[in-house]
């Protein structure tokens, strides 16, 4: 819930700062080429955060909360932002009412959930296919391409329904790692791992070597050079609302959501809070794209409005990577400080206990916690240990309707037979 507050809530929250800042602040500096939907897009597109900087410098060990905060409200900012400049180009808004407003809202949450939805049909059609049919049954070659195929398969079905293929294909990956994935034989599991890490990373290279020459188009650049205090001046006021937008979804949102918190371990403290903040300053591929997509013609333009609001897209992208990237291990060496690694904590455990002692309070019933209370363990607070007792929440709730009836159809961990390798591997050994 706290990640879909950052993720879904905080981005609208950001993107209604941006685009009235930007009204409010671009007329002082006498730009009127854009419309009232070109504003609504750069709300969209500088909402759009790119937290991997912070992600490589968290440890997931040592907290994992905030790793998985920071983790997951990116991907849902990034896919918010998607469905909302989608939403965003279906209209007419040159005159806004009260009726088109609410008709962009309820197209939003339309393409959210739609996309959602075909995500995961997909990805449990995926699971059923490679659990039943036997076509696909252990054989590393053809699981290995169906498992690539139908989730490719989710992404041209949401372009061809003009649906967001992003999220599509994102809640598609999560149902086929819960489902597919565990009903694949062990090697098909080490190849798709490595594939999916291999494709993922080269993608990542060629976006970012695409920014990287497109700052360098001097045809964009020869609009600029006209007027370029006016230039500087658009993107110090992106970069300004960005920080104003990001503190105020993430700090208030944080406030919140410490009230549904019980437990003082549990809240988000302000040096975490911070930490948070600081993850979503920075602007990556997404906002490029997303500004490509508003203010180009596959690539091209010959407006200097349009243009304009190109190169300053790259700016802020540029410099918030750069010099917020640079600054990010220090800072998160400052508001975190290294705690005792998890290496040295097993040790500990290994010394202190034995394996019998640390398996009962882990294994046992609430009876037998009860009769071994007196035993004190220092655990981890790794989100790898299990908890001592099931807490009554919507995943403990999911977790039961899962076990009971997903699981048993759909496959997954526990419910399909261990198979370690193909019948040709079998073969030759």
Not at 296 to 315: C, D, E, K, R, V
């Amino acid at each position: 819930m706290t990640i879909m507050l950052f993720g879904a809530v905080g981005t609208l929250i950001s993107f209604i700062i941006i685009s009235l800042g930007s009204v409010q602040l671009f007329n002082k500096l006498n730009i009127d080429f854009l419309d009232t939907m070109d504003y609504l897009a750069l709300g969209a597109i500088f909402s759009a955060t790119d937290s991997v900087c912070t992600l490589q410098v968290l440890n997931q060990e040592e907290t994992p909360l905030l790793y998985s905060l920071v983790f997951g409200e990116g991907v849902v900012n990034d896919a918010t932002s998607v469905v909302l400049l989608n939403a965003i180009q279906r209209f007419d808004l040159s005159h806004i009412t009260s009726s088109i407003a609410m008709k962009l809202f309820g197209n939003f949450l339309y393409l959210f959930a739609t996309s959602t939805l075909l995500g995961v049909a997909v990805g449990l059609v995926s699971a059923y296919i490679i659990k039943k049919l036997y076509f696909g049954r252990h054989s590393t070659d053809r699981e290995v391409a169906l498992m690539i195929l139908m989730a490719y398969l989710s992404y041209i079905m949401s372009e061809l329904f003009n649906l967001s293929a992003i999220l599509t294909v994102f809640f598609c990956g999560i149902v086929m790692s819960h489902y597919t994935w565990h009903n694949v034989t062990e090697s098909s599991r080490v190849t798709t791992k490595h594939a999916f890490a291999t494709l993922s990373f080269i993608a990542e290279i060629f976006i970012f070597v695409y920014v990287g020459m497109d700052a360098l188009d001097i045809e964009k650049w020869k609009f600029v050079s006209k007027s370029p205090c006016r230039s500087i001046g658009v993107s110090s006021i992106l970069l300004g609302l960005v920080l104003v937008g990001r503190a105020a979804s993430i700090f208030p949102l944080s406030f919140i959501s410490n009230l549904t918190r019980k437990s003082q371990s549990d809240k988000i403290g302000l040096k975490q809070q911070v930490v948070i903040w600081w993850a979503g300053l920075m602007r990556g591929a997404v906002s490029v794209a997303l500004a490509y997509n508003q203010f180009t013609n596959s690539g091209h333009t010959l407006l200097p409005g349009n243009a304009m609001m190109i190169t300053s897209t790259i700016s802020v992208v540029l410099f918030s990577t750069v010099v917020f990237g640079l600054v990010t291990k220090p800072l998160m060496r400052v508001l975190l400080p290294k705690t005792q690694s998890s290496n040295e904590l097993s040790c500990e455990l290994a010394d202190s206990v034995d394996s019998k002692s640390l398996a009962l309070p882990l294994l046992g019933n609430g009876k037998e916690r009860e009769s071994d209370a007196d035993i004190n363990i220092p655990l981890p607070t790794s989100k790898r240990m299990l908890p001592w007792d099931p807490t009554h929440t919507v995943h403990h709730y999911w977790r039961k309707f899962d076990d009971a009836f997903m699981r048993p159809v759909f496959g997954g961990r526990g419910f399909t037979q261990y198979v370690p390798a193909s019948p040709t591997q079998w073969t030759l050994l």
